[in-house]
C-alpha cells in the first residue's frame, strides 16, 4: 500500500481520512506513526489554501512521503468575514484556554447583532503535496449562523455556536450527520474523487 502521511496528530481527522480511503490502495500515516516530529510551519498566508500548500510542501519535502495537510476557518458575515485563517489563533490565546477565548471574542463583537444576521460558514481547504509538488487542493464550505449561547458537548473550537437551522442543532450537537455534511467532509470527499483520478 502507498502511504500518505497526515500532516497532523488529530484523531479525528485522521479517522475522517481513513474511514473515506478505507477501499483505497492508501495507508494514511502520522509522524507518531513513522516515529519522527514535524517541523512547525510559520502559517504567514493570506488564504487557506496558501497556509494548507506551505505545511502540505513542508512535510513532504521532511518526510519524503506524499504528505496532506488542510486549513480551516470560521467566516462571519457580520465581521466582514473575520476571523477567516486567524480562527484557531484569534483571541492570542494558546492551550486549552483558546477555544474558550475565541467562543467569547467572538461572542463579544456579535452583541446586540440580530439572529438573520448572525450569518457564518466554515471553510476548509485539503492540500496533498508530492515530490516537492502540490497535486491537490480541494475546499468545502458549511453555511450556519451563530448563536448566542454555548450548546452541546461535542466538536471543538467555534462548533457549540455554530447553529444549523436546518437540524436545529449546533455543530458540537451533531454526531454522525456532522461527518457527512461538515466543511471537512465537502473538502475530503472532493479530495477523495481527484486522489482516485491522480
Not at 486567524?86 to 467569547?104: D, I, L, P, T
Request: hydrophobic share 35%; with cysteine.
Amino acid at each position: 500500500m502507498k502511504k500518505i502521511l497526515l500532516g497532523s496528530n488529530n484523531k479525528k481527522k485522521l479517522h475522517e481520512l481513513e474511514k473515506l480511503l478505507a477501499k483505497s490502495d492508501y495507508n494514511i500515516v502520522t509522524a507518531k506513526d513513522l516515529g519522527i516530529t514535524l517541523p512547525d510551519v510559520v502559517e504567514d498566508g493570506s488564504t487557506y489554501e496558501e497556509n494548507a500548500a506551505k505545511k502540505a510542501l513542508a512535510f513532504n519535502k521532511f518526510s519524503g512521503l506524499p504528505a496532506i495537510a488542510d486549513d480551516s476557518g470560521l467566516e462571519v458575515d457580520a465581521l466582514d468575514g473575520e476571523p477567516g485563517i486567524y480562527s484557531g489563533r484569534w483571541s492570542g490565546e494558546n492551550g486549552e484556554n483558546q477555544s474558550r477565548e475565541n467562543n467569547k471574542k467572538l461572542l463579544t463583537l456579535l452583541q446586540g447583532v440580530p439572529f438573520e444576521k448572525r450569518t457564518a460558514k466554515f471553510v476548509c481547504v485539503i492540500v496533498l503535496a508530492v515530490d516537492g509538488e502540490v497535486k491537490i487542493t480541494t475546499r468545502g464550505e458549511c453555511p450556519g449562523v451563530i448563536i448566542e449561547e454555548l450548546r452541546g458537548q461535542g466538536g471543538f473550537g467555534y462548533d457549540p455556536l455554530f447553529f444549523l437551522p436546518k437540524y436545529d442543532k449546533t455543530f458540537a450537537e451533531l454526531t454522525e450527520v456532522k461527518s457527512k455534511i461538515s466543511h471537512r467532509a465537502i473538502a475530503l470527499k472532493k479530495f477523495e474523487q481527484k486522489l482516485s483520478s491522480l
